[in-house]
């Protein structure tokens, strides 16, 4: 299908610019996953300068619609992600009560989203999350970070759940979370907590225990959303040490948090 141009107006030339490039998105012109054309031939298309281009491409990718990969290209975002960054960065500043709305949310929807699973999974999505746990397992060996195959393991529990809207809406909590999982997952013998829990997971959804897969996935949310509050806390302690905090306080603390274990 040949995609309507609409000419630029010069006065506005940014804005426009943005604009129609979002069009590109919200019309499905450009599909999450498409690779983006260009800059050279979006800047014939459109008869714009780079300059002009370039601008309207950063905020895009700033808003989470189009992610820029060294040596690849731009790619569009899932839908999940669009705004995923600013409320990210919003978040981070937030106080401890909000941050543990949003662990209670997305622990509550990922709960239904296992049951789900359980019942609508085919046997090659199942096979596909034991297949994630394999990955993760073969890079803890390797002792490689294994942040990635954490949050696909989650993806592909929501998408065996076959409920688009349950699974937009855990994907957007994660992507506000993602700093935080990745900083757990650095705390000694964490990441063995993960695959322990993410098996005990897959189990219960290969056996079709839908309560099972429910209260195990229930448990590993608990565990992981107390350990991403206690990094923050630890985090905000170190940026703001006060006299009433002496230095050994914060150390003993400090180390308590890095020998906790799920």
């Known amino acids: 299908m040949a995609r309507k141009v609409i000419p630029i107006v010069r006065t506005t030339l940014s804005a426009a610019v943005f604009e129609q490039l979002i069009s590109f998105v919200v019309n499905g012109h450009w599909k999450a996953g498409d690779r983006i054309p260009a800059e050279r031939d979006l800047c014939v298309e459109l008869g714009i300068a780079r300059t002009s281009l370039r601008e309207a491409l950063k905020a895009m990718e700033l808003v989470g619609m189009l992610d820029s990969r060294v040596g690849d290209g731009t790619f569009v975002c899932p839908r999940s992600e669009f705004l995923a960054r600013p409320m990210l960065w919003a978040f981070t500043g937030t106080d401890h009560d909000e941050l543990k709305d949003v662990l209670e949310a997305r622990a509550l929807l990922e ?10 999974a085919s046997d090659a999505d199942i096979n596909q999350i034991g297949e994630i746990i394999e990955l993760t397992k073969a890079r803890l060996a ?12 989650h993806g592909a529990v ?6 688009s809207v349950l699974s937009n809406a855990v994907q957007l909590l994660r992507n506000m979370q993602r700093q935080w999982i990745l900083l757990k997952l650095q705390l000694p013998n964490v990441p063995a907590d993960v695959v322990r829990e993410h ?5 219960a959804i290969r056996n079709r225990d839908v309560e099972g897969a429910r209260a195990a996935m229930r448990d590993h949310l608990a ?9 923050v806390h630890d985090r905000d302690e170190s940026k703001e040490p006060t006299d009433s905090q002496p230095r050994q ?13 799920l």
């Open 111 to 120: 709960q239904d989203l296992a049951a789900l699973a359980t019942i609508r």
């Open 142 to 153: 390797e002792g490689q970070n294994i942040l990635e195959p954490d949050l696909a393991f």
């Open 158 to 163: 929501a998408s065996a759940a076959r409920n």
């Open 199 to 203: 098996s005990a997971i897959h189990k």
């Open 223 to 231: 565990h992981s959303g107390k350990l991403v509050q206690q990094v």
């Open 249 to 261: 306080v914060r150390r003993t603390r400090a180390k308590a948090l890095r020998s906790h274990r």
